[in-house]
């Protein structure tokens, strides 16, 4: 059976015609011009723009450009292809780095689909990604039919259980990518005087845990570039004026990214 979108009104499957998305009781939803579908109503959203803002979804972009993380990048898409895969969604997807590399490495016959909250992402990924189906929608809230999905991913997204349940097929696998322990340690000892590492994730309940794996390379990065990855972060509101001034004191600086991959299966 393949993945469809459903209304994210009444629940019902969405069949597309036309370019437009349509269920049952007729309500409708337009595919953008830059390939996507937007199924957040507007009675939906918690504000006027809600995700990522530009600003954000732009550094990641620039910093993604550099290729740091092509390490994850080129991990998630070699193990997700190495599963049974008719149908994978990444949920929280942003601008579709991740959702892009794993379409590529899928036959054309997999579908891949990225949702996201924020349109500035899921804009900014349609219009380079025409082989992956975006949406912008809440992944609390997913716009998909039950039970079809051979594998959900989460990188560095909120993470709905129940929903995930719902929408996994009874063997597919979630893959959830967190922090590491040391995850930009070096980042964070210009503003904390005692770093915390990252605890492992809890097992999301309905699930269990099936494989962890931890990737870490600690790399020398650009101080610009560096100013990019502090965006996307978090803890981005505590650098102040004089962190970024002893920053540019140095071309570069050493960071360890750190990530966790966690495969669950539904229990
Ligand atoms: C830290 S970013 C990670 C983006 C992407 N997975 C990546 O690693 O590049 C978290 C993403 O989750 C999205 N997000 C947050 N809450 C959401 C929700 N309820 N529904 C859909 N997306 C959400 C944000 O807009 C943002 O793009
Ligand atoms: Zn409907």
Redesign the pocket.
């Known amino acids: 059976m393949t993945l469809h979108y459903r209304c994210p009104i009444c629940s019902t499957p969405l069949t597309e015609q036309n370019k437009t998305l349509r269920c049952d009781h007729n309500h409708q939803f337009d595919v953008a011009k830059e390939g996507y579908v937007n199924l957040l109503p507007v009675q939906f959203k918690n504000s006027r723009q809600p995700?990522?803002n530009l600003d954000m979804v732009q550094a990641?972009r620039a910093f993604f450009a550099t290729q740091h993380y092509q390490f994850l990048q080129t991990h998630l898409a070699h193990t997700i292809s190495a599963m049974p895969c008719a149908s994978v969604i990444?949920l929280?997807?942003?601008?579709g780095?991740?959702t892009q590399a794993i379409a590529s490495a899928l036959p054309e016959t997999s579908q891949v689909f990225g949702?996201?909250?924020?349109k500035p992402?899921i804009r900014y990924a349609a219009k380079r990604y025409p082989q992956v189906h975006f949406s912008v929608?809440?992944?609390?809230d997913a716009p998909f039919t039950a039970g079809q999905a051979d594998v959900l991913l989460s990188?560095?997204?909120?993470v709905f259980a129940e929903e995930m349940a719902r929408l996994l097929k009874p063997e597919g696998h979630l893959l959830v990518v967190s922090p590491g322990p040391k995850h930009l340690y070096e980042l964070k000892q210009h503003i904390y005087d005692d770093v915390r590492l990252h605890d492992a994730p809890d097992c999301p309940p309905g699930f269990v845990e099936v494989e962890q794996l931890h990737l870490e390379q600690t790399q020398q990065v650009a101080t610009d570039i560096v100013k990019h990855l502090i965006k996307?972060t978090p803890f981005a509101w505590k650098f102040k004026e004089s962190h970024y001034q002893t920053l540019e004191q140095a071309p570069d600086h050493q960071v360890t990214f750190s990530f966790l991959v966690t495969c669950y299966q539904k229990a």
């Open positions: 995700g990522d990641r990444d929280g997807c942003g601008e780095f991740y949702v996201d909250i924020s992402a929608a809440s992944i609390k990188v560095f997204a909120p996307m």
